[in-house]
């Protein structure tokens, strides 16, 4: 409940030391399970956090000077963030998140996968545009 009151009372990006706080702690547990048993006797929290954690990420990443993402492991990550997230979240009613009142709702997820989808479509359109170079052209004369 304090996690909760404390995402409503603190709007984004001033929630993210309590967010990165409640992730470190679940880490700390030193259990691959530790999320789970979270989310047993809390169900939103986890993904809460782990919202707000592929937010910040995506939001934070470095870019180049037409916005696209510099650094295809950043975008992997976010991705990575955002797949937790997702399975926490994919089997309930996008009804139930909106009305879950746990600071984000269900059009804020869409935003959310659309801005990692449209990261990876930016790393593919920049790939694109960089050049072969450089190549090797071997000359040999006719002796050899």
């Known amino acids: 409940p304090d996690f909760r009151r404390h995402l409503l009372e603190t709007p984004y990006p001033a929630n993210m030391e309590r967010v990165f706080d409640v992730l470190n702690r679940l880490s700390a547990a030193g259990s691959a399970t530790s999320y789970d048993e979270e989310a047993r006797s809390c169900l939103m929290g986890v993904p809460a956090a782990f919202f707000y954690l592929t937010r910040f990420t995506l939001e934070t990443m470095d870019r180049d000077e037409y916005g696209r993402p510099e650094d ?70 006719e002796e050899e």
Not at 74 to 96: C, M
Not at 99 to 124: H, P, T
Not at 133 to 138: A, E, H, N, S
């Open 72 to 141: 295809a492991d950043v975008v992997r990550k976010a991705t990575l963030q955002y797949s937790v997230f997702e399975n926490y979240i994919s089997a309930l009613h996008p009804g139930l998140i909106n009305a879950g009142n746990w600071s984000f709702n269900d059009e804020q997820v869409f935003v959310l996968r659309k801005q990692i989808l449209r990261a990876y479509r930016q790393l593919e359109a920049k790939k694109k545009l960089e050049p072969k170079w450089p190549f090797k052209v071997y000359v040999y004369d």
